[in-house]
């Protein structure tokens, strides 16, 4: 149990151009939902915590008009790089908390999306 | 503010040998702690999760300890094998902010292990 989906696994789209990616929770709901983006052969960043029906909370240095998220039930969230550039070429995952067989709340990640922007 | 750091950053080893990662947080007000690993362009997969009450915990061949008060955790892989090539990162979730809880993660080891 606990499955968390991406989609798509890969996009590329010309500099300018919007990109929605998508993070559901496939057996379970969830509230909460949270982004992050990876560059190559670096570590996970926290970008915001997505809130079912209200607004998304972000992280110190991430623009909030660029980075668009809405959840809007409570089994997806959706994440819309605005007006990408090729700096925003990155790897990002979602993640989602639930109770996994330790009996504890732990958060469950999704497989990521490659966007490259060219 | 949390920092997790990860040491090596990179490790190479050939098959059959037990490693050690190691991670270590600075601040001890921690609820658990994750390890996770992630192959070449892929989510990440859970390994082990150590509540901050718990020593150790254990799966198959790996193994990680946690000792909260000096603000270090280690993995223990045993007799390791090429399909246990991948980064594998640790995270920690803090106390006091629910069941939703942000994680801080580590900079990351990226194993080989060769034939």
């Known amino acids: 149990g606990a499955v968390v989906s991406q989609h798509p696994s890969w996009v590329i789209c010309k500099s300018g151009t919007s990109v929605k990616i998508e993070c559901r929770s496939l057996?379970?709901?969830?509230?909460?939902m949270f982004w992050y983006r990876q560059f190559p052969k670096q570590s996970l960043m926290l970008m915001a915590t997505?809130?079912?029906?209200?607004?998304?909370?972000?992280e110190q240095g991430v623009e909030k008009d660029k980075f668009l998220i809405n959840h809007a039930s409570l089994t997806l969230s959706t994440l819309t790089v605005t007006s990408a550039h090729p700096e925003d070429s990155s790897f990002y995952i979602c993640?989602?908390?639930?109770?996994?067989?330790?009996?504890?709340?732990?958060?469950?990640f999704g497989p990521g999306t490659r966007l490259t922007v060219l | 503010k949390q920092e997790v750091t990860q040491i090596p950053a990179a490790l190479s080893v050939p098959e059959g040998e037990n490693l050690v990662l190691n991670c270590s947080f600075t601040?001890?007000?921690?609820?658990?702690l994750q390890w996770f690993r992630q192959d070449p362009g892929k989510g990440l997969t859970s390994l082990l999760l150590?509540?901050?009450?718990?020593r150790e915990q254990t799966s198959g061949r790996l193994n990680a300890s946690l000792d909260k008060s000096s603000g270090r955790s280690t993995l223990y892989i045993a007799a390791s094998q090429p399909g246990d090539s991948a980064t594998y990162l640790c995270?920690?979730?803090?106390?006091?902010?629910?069941?939703?809880?942000?994680?801080?993660f580590g900079t990351g080891t990226r194993l080989q292990v060769t034939l």
């Open positions: 993640s989602a908390p639930s109770r996994g067989t330790s009996g504890v709340n732990e958060q469950f």
């Open positions: 057996d379970f709901q969830a509230t909460t």
């Open positions: 997505s809130n079912e029906g209200s607004k998304a909370t972000y």
């Open positions: 601040d001890s007000a921690i609820y658990n």
């Open positions: 150590i509540q901050s009450s718990q």
């Open positions: 995270a920690v979730r803090p106390v006091g902010t629910g069941t939703a809880s942000k994680l801080t």
